[in-house]
């Protein structure tokens, strides 16, 4: 097997970059342009030496899957960004629930979505500056390149952004600005962040590479779309676009967003979740009880609090919510000090007043990467009645199910629920809902 060939590949399955997944003898296709249970001819493009693997794309599809249809957006398949648009909407949600239990043994009781389309519903949203001078647009980078795919008119954008990301590409190219080129390490603009309140409001954080550069201000100055305008610096290789230092160049810096019946404040550089409606559904239920019932106690502990939303639902329902966060920008608005949630437990647990012993609940949200070993070791020291579970990387909760539930963890599963939010990609948001073994 060689780049080059040409194979028969029935896909079993999805990957997380859209990819039909088949076996070949022994070796792992992904197949661009399969989806499950179709099969077709695909021309190899790579094959790995390291590991029984090889990536090809599709040139004749031998049948049609039943939820196949004509992609609404005019950049599929040059944009990454909604590797799914090719199925419908009900088709990918049941893709979503079988996956997680066939390929991360995930049980769930249902998956929530919201009624519509799928479409117009992120609210914030990283573009990459590509092109050149007088002729610059906005995309992402192609899986696997330093290629930029326009995203001019994105369909998932809401409509705040895309009004927002039309205005500074018109004001961008009658300056003549030069976006930066990563493998040239020159020019002037690398990324711009923009979020919405839904309401009208947007605001535009744009990324330069050097901390002097007068173009930024000039298109500032210019721009009437956006409520407010940050300035970011990030000089480091790689595609990570926050920028490590901000400045306010224009109007207001943060935006007060509605989620979940709380009301948060983002800056230029705090996370929001690109799609709130339905990230709200997952945050309600993660503080109650599967059924739906409110949970009542002493201490509540909040790993992971981000905005600061759990928080703010946990002090409705307990006398003391304690939370935990590293980034600086959302400890602050906490009120807490940055601090990794290994240490911020490793100072419960060591506490000689046994505070640890108080907390009736523990609420989590990690990263896709997920807690980990040394914090789920930390938690199973810790054997709360109860530990509830909100994740967006099914493999790693997966992973932190095991440790925490294993012979050496200290809780069971009692059920698991998943939430639809970014619809036309892989991504899902799962809460799992766990009790204290004894």
Not at 39 to 47: A, I, P, W
Not at 165 to 172: A, D, G, R, S, V
Not at 262 to 274: A, C, D, R
Not at 377 to 393: E, K, T
Request: net charge neutral; proline share 6%.
């Amino acid at each position: 097997m060689k780049p080059g060939d040409t194979i028969t590949v029935m896909a079993q399955l999805l990957s997380r970059h859209g990819d039909g997944v088949g076996t070949v003898e022994g070796v792992e296709i992904h197949a661009a342009g399969l989806l499950p249970g179709e099969t077709g001819e695909v021309t190899l493009d790579y094959v790995s030496r390291q590991r029984p693997r090889a990536h090809g794309a599709v040139v004749r599809r031998r049948n049609t899957h039943p939820g196949r249809r004509t992609p609404p957006c005019r950049h599929h398949g040059r944009c990454n960004g909604c590797p799914v648009m090719d199925m419908e909407p009900q088709h990918q949600r049941r893709l979503k629930q079988a996956e997680l239990k066939e390929q991360y043994g995930l049980e769930i009781d249902r998956l929530v979505a919201l009624d519509g389309d799928g479409l117009r519903y992120r609210w914030s949203s990283k573009r990459v500056f590509s092109g050149e001078r007088g002729a610059v647009f906005l995309g992402s980078y192609m899986r696997g390149t330093h290629n930029v795919a326009d995203m001019a008119g994105c369909l998932v954008d809401h409509p705040d952004i895309v009004a927002a990301c039309e205005e500074l590409i018109e004001i961008t190219n009658s300056i003549r600005a030069e976006p930066y080129d990563e493998i040239e390490e020159c020019g002037d603009l690398r990324y711009a962040w923009l979020k919405t309140d839904g309401r009208g409001h947007v605001l535009l954080t744009i990324v330069t590479a050097e901390p002097q550069c007068h173009v930024v201000h000039e298109i500032a100055e210019r721009l009437r779309v956006p409520a407010g305008i940050a300035w970011g610096v990030n000089s480091r290789r790689g595609n990570d676009m926050r920028g490590t230092t901000v400045r306010p160049l224009r109007g207001r810096q943060s935006l007060q967003v509605d989620l979940a019946g709380t009301e948060v404040h983002v800056g230029p550089l705090g996370f929001l979740q690109p799609n709130p409606a339905a990230a709200a559904l997952a945050y309600r239920d993660l503080v109650r009880v599967p059924a739906g019932g409110l949970l009542h106690g002493r201490v509540a502990l909040d790993l992971y609090a981000g905005a600061g939303i759990t928080t703010s639902l946990l002090r409705k329902q307990f006398e003391r919510v304690i939370p935990s966060e590293s980034y600086p920008e959302s400890a602050r608005a906490l009120g807490i000090t940055p601090e990794l949630v290994e240490d911020f437990l490793a100072r419960l647990l060591a506490d000689p007043r046994g505070r640890a012993r108080q907390v009736d609940l523990v609420v989590a949200n990690p990263p896709r990467s997920g807690m980990g070993k040394a914090v789920c070791d930390q938690l199973n020291q810790l054997a709360a009645p109860r530990l509830h579970i909100m994740s967006c990387g099914p493999a790693s909760l997966s992973e932190d199910l095991r440790r925490l539930t294993g012979p050496e963890g200290s809780y069971r599963v009692l059920q698991a629920r998943a939430y639809d939010t970014l619809p036309q990609t892989n991504h899902i948001e799962i809460v799992t809902w766990l009790v204290g073994r004894s």
